[in-house]
């Protein structure tokens, strides 16, 4: 069993001796810019060997963005100190962050179903994550844009699942980046034994998303930082069709799409969720890069097709030409205030692309010991929702006809 030193120790060495962040502003006069980001701790900090330091230099086209189109990621790692001995950690402590989303509470109930201890990393909110406690998780609450609140909750932890993303309202970089970064120096200093962190797939291929820029530079840190890591990039989720085209379409309401022919193989959160604790209980996977992909690769319009024929009427589609988008996100750059929406249109842009969301998955099913013919394909997800909730439908109008009194 792993072992860990005193965590009052490490938690009061993260808090006194806080690393310095270093981020180089870009300058609006020139069309060059250079992001470097940077922290260390104090040169008698013990710690120090556990923070790997990154620089991420570029040059962009854009006059004004935090985030660079080319990325260069190096990390530099001192030689790691022995730690003194500790409390046991069982193999099966689990730290969920992200645990309320809709990959995260897939990921929560199948380790609590397989027998994990699951503590669940959850932000303070007005409507607390009840749900997770009567699964029997235990919830912890903590913020990723505020490094102090993080180490406490690694106590006793082996493994730690990120599964969290920034919410819409808040600027990418502060979760997606930022915060993960604290959270894998955390990780690191407290002895965290695996590290499973979910991506998006080819990521690496677009460094004018920020986004999926965020993505890749946290996969290198990752990869860097020294911990034993599992890497899994996604194409996309099936939940997210039902209240994207099932629901507007049986409520009448107007569906959007693109006239873009990108095809991704969306994938239930379920089946993710499964196959991530397979390859974390797989002692032989072991910093490993992985790609989950549905069966089938579909486009926006044949998504549509199949929910107007379970749902058994036309769907009122409103088309976006791919041209809208990318004129919105030109004029959004215009305002400091508008530019984290330019860069969430700037990932809605890859997604209404020419590009395919797909990798084959016959290596990772021999690997994982899984048969194909066991995960879910879209066909199936819908229409197991269609028939559930028109069967619903049926009956709340019969008992609307039962209580119909005439005088």
Partial sequence: MASRCSSTAIFSHLTTATPQRQLCQFKSSTRHASLCWRRTLAQDDHLASAIPLLTVTSSSSSGRSYIPSVVTCTAQTAVTTNMAPGTPVRPTSILVVGATGT?????????????????????????????????????????????????????????????????????????????????????????????????????????????????????????DSGLTYIIIRLCGFMQGLIGQYAVPILEEK???????????????????????????????????????????????????????????????????PVSVLRFTRQLTRCFEWTNDVADRLAFSEVLTSDTVFSAPMTETYNLLGVDPKDIVSLEKYLQDYFTNILKKLKGLKAQSKQSDFYI
């Fill in 103 to 223: 990959l995260g509470r897939q990921v929560v109930r199948r380790a609590l179903d397989e027998g994990y201890d699951v503590r669940c990393l959850v932000r303070p909110r007005p409507a607390p994550a009840d749900f997770l406690r009567d699964w029997g998780a235990i919830v912890v609450n903590a913020d990723l844009s505020k490094p102090e609140t993080i180490p406490a909750t690694l106590v006793g932890i082996h493994t730690v699942i990120d599964c969290a993303t920034g919410r819409p309202e808040e600027p990418i970089k502060t979760v997606d980046w930022e915060g993960k970064v604290a959270l894998i120096q955390c990780a690191k200093s407290m002895g965290i034994q695996k590290y499973v962190f979910f991506s998006i797939h080819n990521c690496d291929k677009h460094p004018e998303v920020p986004l999926m820029e965020i993505k890749y530079c946290t996969e290198k840190f990752l990869q």
């Fill in 254 to 320: 107007s569906v959007w799409g693109t006239d873009a022919p990108t095809r991704i193989a969306y994938m239930d959160t379920q089946d993710i969720a499964r196959l991530t604790l397979i390859a974390l209980r797989n002692e032989k996977i072991n910093r490993e890069l992985f790609t989950f992909a549905g069966p089938r690769a579909w486009t926006t319009q044949e998504v549509i097709t199949l929910c107007e024929r379970l749902a058994g009427q036309d769907a009122n589609v409103t088309t976006v």
